[in-house]
């Protein structure tokens, strides 16, 4: 089981090492291997969303960096807003701070096992765990087709942005997940995941500037 | 937004609504009219020598035409299903790489397609929710034409629709009960007729004969008729007694 450790511009100074690591082997595969993104002269893939606002979540094995997400306020510029507005003719492009972007959900070549029980799973638990915890809304972003599977197999609510078209080659589509206690726990169950995976060290930054967050245990 | 957009994200809004998943069929068959379709199916893709019988999640392919398809198993030489073996993505019938469409048996199993009224279609392939590899295909007695903006709507009533089938179908396991007839033909296979002697017995084809044998055989998960006895007899298909008055007709 991984854990889920929250990194934000508080904490990030507790995480250099694991986060440095990450973005190089992101780097490794999607610009070097796949060359999916231009290859970036200090071996890591960084993009205009990599903001001081952004939260991400780096799933932990071990001491190994397995898997993340990053996820920002829609009423912050995100990659749905900024590459794919054209997407969200359903529902219009989303631009509130409890409706989040999620993006950077990727998991090791070697870590990627076959079924709902596999690291992508206990990852999407994860990102309703934080989402619940901080009073998000919806979370969701452009992604390809296949995920949406996933994402519905887990027993979630997801609306459709707009409809699937075909970006690099891959059916993708724009969709937010409804976030609530009941998408958490059938998520768990689907993907055998026992309980919390979160882990917050440090300072934290609340997603939601003004709200209060649910976090166990802090109620002051 | 096209009236035809409005419809399938209306059809999204309720796909969790239905009260069971022969009305969700119901409705999006209605839905999929619209692009010129009149005849789905839901299934697993068979590996190796396994039969695609036992892999149907829902079905309302022409029965006459399925039957066939699983007693001359022609997923085999059909070069639609092949083809997404290889590349998991949509495709319509039509379009299948033409080096496919010219290999043994493909051209056959076309042209009956077509006599059942499936002369082309569109095959939307899935990951099911134990990641087996599936299909959402829908068919229809004509030329089938899609924009990418239509062949997007299509993907994405499939996604949807098929993992609402499976998470009913978990939730409610379905045990598959022998019908009356299966039950007749399986006792007369275990009293050692044929499915010709059966089928004259019956007063039916042979093809008919076959088509339930196989049914038979994906119900009970049986690798062959005697193993379907057996596992018959075991979750209480059919009775040793049954068994032994069929024995009897024998003599």
Redesign the interface.
């Known amino acids: 089981m991984i854990e889920a450790h929250v990194v934000t511009i508080r904490n990030k100074h507790l995480y250099e090492r694991e986060f440095e690591e990450f973005l190089r082997r992101r780097h490794e595969y999607y610009a070097v291997t796949n060359r999916w993104v231009p290859i970036s002269d200090d071996g890591l893939e960084l993009d205009p969303f990599d903001t001081p606002q952004a939260t991400y979540m780096l799933g932990i094995m071990g001491d190994r960096v397995v898997t993340s997400a990053r996820l920002m306020p829609t009423s912050l510029p995100n990659l749905v807003s900024e590459e794919f507005p054209h997407m969200c003719?359903?529902i219009g492009l989303p631009q509130r701070e409890d409706w989040a972007d999620w993006t950077r959900t990727y998991v090791l070549p070697e870590y990627r096992g076959?079924?709902?029980t596999g690291i992508l799973g206990q990852m999407f638990c994860a990102v309703m765990e934080y989402c619940v915890e901080e009073g998000i809304s919806h979370v969701g972003g452009v992604l390809q087709?296949?995920l949406?599977?996933r994402w519905?197999?887990m027993?979630w609510?997801v609306i459709?942005a707009g409809?699937?078209?075909?970006l690099s080659g891959d059916?993708c589509?724009v969709a937010y997940i409804e976030v609530n206690e009941m998408a958490l726990e059938s998520g768990r169950a689907?993907a055998s995941v026992p309980g919390p995976l979160l882990v917050r060290r440090g300072e934290q930054l609340p997603f939601i500037e003004s709200a209060p967050r649910r976090l166990a245990g802090a109620a002051l | 937004m096209s009236g035809h957009d409005a419809a399938v994200f209306e059809f999204i809004e309720r796909v969790e609504t239905h009260a069971s998943i022969d009305t969700l069929l119901d409705d999006l068959l209605e839905v999929v009219s619209g692009f010129g379709f009149q005849h789905m199916i839901y299934t697993g893709l068979p590996a190796g020598d396994a039969s695609i019988a036992t892999l149907v999640k829902t079905n309302r392919f022409p029965e006459d035409w399925w039957s066939r398809y699983v007693e001359g198993d022609y997923a085999r030489s059909d070069a639609v299903c092949q083809q997404v073996f290889d590349k998991i993505e949509p495709f319509v019938w039509s379009e299948v790489d033409a080096e496919r469409a010219a290999m043994d048996g493909a051209a056959r199993v076309a042209g009956e397609a077509a006599e059942h009224g499936l002369a082309d279609g569109y095959v939307v392939p899935l990951f099911s929710r134990d990641e087996w590899l599936s299909v959402m295909s829908f068919g229809g007695p004509d030329k089938i034409l899609l924009s990418p903006r239509e062949r997007g709507a299509v993907n994405l009533m499939a996604v949807y629709a098929s993992s609402t089938i499976e998470r009913r179908q978990s939730r409610h396991p379905r045990r598959a009960r022998l019908t009356g007839r299966e039950r007749e033909v399986l006792l007369w296979t275990a009293a050692g007729k044929s499915c010709w002697d059966i089928s004259v017995i019956l007063n039916v084809s042979e093809q008919t004969i076959r088509f339930h044998t196989a049914q038979i055989r994906a119900k009970l998960n049986a690798s062959n008729i005697t193993h379907a006895v057996v596992r018959a007899i075991q979750q209480g298909e059919i009775t040793l007694g049954q068994l032994a008055d069929s024995l009897g007709d024998m003599g």
């Open positions: 003719e359903n076959v079924g709902s087709q296949y949406l599977k519905l197999d027993g609510n459709p409809l699937p078209r075909i059916w589509l689907h």
